[in-house]
């Protein structure tokens, strides 16, 4: 299985923690060079301090917001412009916690600008160097609510659903090209969004974190939460030549969790 990433360029978005940082890990394993994506300069410094490097690999940074979509797609330029990207990992944090109905326009128009149009700016801004390569993976994490929409999770849920919309459509018009573009749909997974969501069903039920822990994992099969690195590597998969001939899916890593096929 051809899983060799080596002269490859992959920016990985949201790599500050949690499964960003856990897919540069990966990616750089495989031997590609990587620049990272987040808000915290500090952070980022030490992301690529940190990661795996080997013969000709240069890690790199990008300090950026994803719901600046003015200031994201000139970084993202600048960034094609020094160095084509042939592997794009979309990667941000989730809109905040609480049901759909009393949300705000502005929460749903934030969730989008920060996911779909942020993910919009990046893919738009390297496409032009995957083509001209004639080979690129596009690899949105998403979530398990584009097959079941999860209670409490209204802004999210819907927006998750038109990344996934948006995913399949591109999948479609870019195949030709040699240019994947897939979704990774991770279940709970040991990171600060899974912090969050707790501490919200602990304040609403009245219930320790230990309790809710344990009410969510009922749903689990595997009986525990997934590491970043488990997510990881499902990603590093569908950005390797291995992968050339998987497109436009939609790929759960759950331990389980997802009922329906």
Request: aromatic letters at 4%; one cysteine or more; a positive charge.
């Amino acid at each position: 299985m051809d899983l060799d990433l080596t002269g490859r360029h992959a920016l990985v978005c949201g790599a500050s923690q949690g499964i960003g940082r856990a897919c540069a890990v990966e990616l750089a394993r495989l031997g590609a060079s990587i620049t990272v994506l987040a808000r915290r300069t500090d952070v980022l410094r030490q992301v690529i301090a940190d990661l795996p490097r080997g013969a000709g690999q240069q890690h790199a940074f990008l300090a950026a917001d994803s719901s600046d979509t003015r200031g994201l797609r000139a970084s993202a330029r600048q960034l094609v412009a020094a160095q084509p990207v042939h592997i794009l990992v979309n990667n941000s944090g989730g809109p905040p916690p609480g049901p759909a109905h009393g949300a705000s326009i502005d929460a749903f128009l934030a969730a989008y600008r920060q996911h779909l149009i942020g993910n919009h700016v990046l893919a738009e801004s390297v496409i032009p160097g995957m083509q001209a390569a004639g080979y690129g993976r596009i690899v949105n994490i998403i979530s398990t609510s584009v097959k079941e929409p999860i209670a409490g999770l209204g802004v999210s849920n819907t927006t998750r659903w038109a990344v996934a919309g948006w995913a399949k459509t591109l999948a479609r018009e870019l195949a030709a090209s040699g240019i994947t573009v897939n979704n990774v749909l991770p279940g709970y997974t040991r990171t600060p969004r899974i912090e969050q969501i707790i501490a919200t069903r602990s304040e609403k039920s009245g219930d320790n974190a230990e309790q809710v822990q344990q009410s969510m994992l009922v749903d689990v099969p595997i009986g525990r939460f997934a590491e970043p690195a488990e997510i990881a590597a499902a990603v590093a998969f569908l950005a390797s030549p291995a992968a050339s001939y998987i497109t436009g899916i939609n790929l759960p890593v759950d331990g389980g969790r997802t009922r329906s096929l």
